[in-house]
């Protein structure tokens, strides 16, 4: 039987090869792709006519439901058709096309493992998950709980920092209130101060004009007597 790499399958069927992985993973109970030694993925002509079935389905809109429910129907006519019948200790020959092959024998041991597997995992699974929502319906429980006290403590809380706070805001205001008093009365004191000592200096200034005027005239005064005197010498 010819077989094929993942890039020459891929051609054969018109696809990417990364097209040809997704399938094998979204299809892997109905479909497996046998390995070589090395890990690398071994294609045959029926695994290549099963994928472009596959592709004509999807071509024609088909949903993956529906796409598994084909292969579910090609694998149970193909169980059947691999059936033998025994007669009188004669073995009725399977058709040449659908004889045994190494890769055919390998694909259905890999198929009869991984149903195995799977069906364990799924048990564990079910068991795992049902389990981990009795404990998330125990802890959902536990926090509904805790949450009807936390939540009458965050009010309480919330209650008394309000009080607190509008405690402090009242002592803020009375406080702001008497400074501002306190500068409008320093404001009007200096005011009065400033007034008190512009008055002060007005009234030295006319002091020391009137002195100063006082002092020419007595300066005035003394010229005048002597000249008087000097005439009178002559």
Known sequence: MKSYTLKEAAKKVKVAPRILKEWEKEFAQYITIPRTKQGARIYNDALLEQFAKIKQWFAEEKTKQEIIQYLQAEQQKQNVGLETTVMEGEVIDIPRPLRHDT???????????????????????TEVLEQAMKEMKLYVDEIRE????????????????????????????????????????????REQERKLYEEQIMEREKAFRELVVSFRQAAANTNTKRSNKWWKFW
């Open 103 to 125: 890769y055919y024998i390998a694909e259905q041991v890999a198929r009869t493992m991984k149903e195995e597997i799977v069906g364990e995992l799924k048990k564990e699974t």
């Open 146 to 189: 805790n949450s009807v006290s936390t939540k009458q403590e965050i009010h309480d809380s919330l209650t008394q920092y309000t009080k607190t706070l509008q405690q402090e805001t009242e002592e803020i205001h009375e406080h702001l209130e008497n400074v501002v008093t306190f500068l409008q009365e320093e404001k009007a004191k």
